[in-house]
């Protein structure tokens, strides 16, 4: 019965080798599952604090959106304070057109030392001359329609447009 005996001893270490071996591949697979949740774990982190920047540029870009919209409000504002600057400016280019069409010559300033009335039928020239030249009309055109000779007219309006300039 050694036989059986060894035999029986032998199979039992065989089966001990076996075990051992699932065992040991058992704790390598542990060791490695651990390692591989440390790299989840650290992915997990990273995921998160990018996650809190993207939070933080989601409430810029809010804050970005709101200034934005009250940048275009200010716009459509300013348009429409620009349309309506542009409405008197033509109201007032025909006010003064019409009002030099009916006359062909400026009456002279009345000799009575008042040089605020001399200066406002200047500028009121002057406004007229540069609405005639803002339509298109020759340096010519202009003279015949306020009663001022070419030359007058020419050193008016590039009085005028220096001071634009």
Same mark, same amino acid.
Do not use: Q, W
């Given at each position: 019965?050694?036989?059986? @005996?060894?035999?029986?001893? /032998? @199979?039992?270490? /065989?089966?001990?080798? *076996?075990?051992?071996?699932?065992? *040991?591949? @058992? ?6 599952? $651990? ?17 809190? $920047? ?51 010559? *400026? ?13 406002? $039928? ?23 329609? *306020? ?8 050193? $008016? ?9």
């Amino acid at each position: 019965m050694d036989l059986i @005996a060894f035999l029986a001893f /032998v @199979a039992f270490a /065989v089966g001990l080798c *076996v075990e051992g071996y699932f065992l *040991v591949k @058992a704790y390598y697979g542990l060791i490695t599952l $651990r390692g591989e949740v440390n790299v989840l774990r650290d992915g997990f982190k990273e995921l998160s604090s990018e996650f809190m $920047r993207f939070k933080e540029d989601l409430k810029n870009l809010k804050e970005v959106t709101e200034r934005l919209n009250s940048i275009e409000a200010g716009i459509a504002d300013y348009g429409a304070r620009v349309k309506e600057f542009e409405d008197r400016l033509l109201t007032l280019e025909d006010v003064i057109l019409s009002k030099g069409s009916k006359s062909k010559e *400026v009456e002279e300033p009345a000799k009575t030392g008042n040089t605020s009335a001399k200066e406002g $039928r200047d500028k009121f020239l002057d406004l007229k001359i540069l609405a005639l030249h803002s339509k298109g009309l020759s340096i010519r055109e202009i003279a015949k329609e *306020v009663g001022l000779s070419k030359s007058a007219v020419h050193k $008016r309006l590039e009085k005028i447009l220096k001071k634009k300039g």
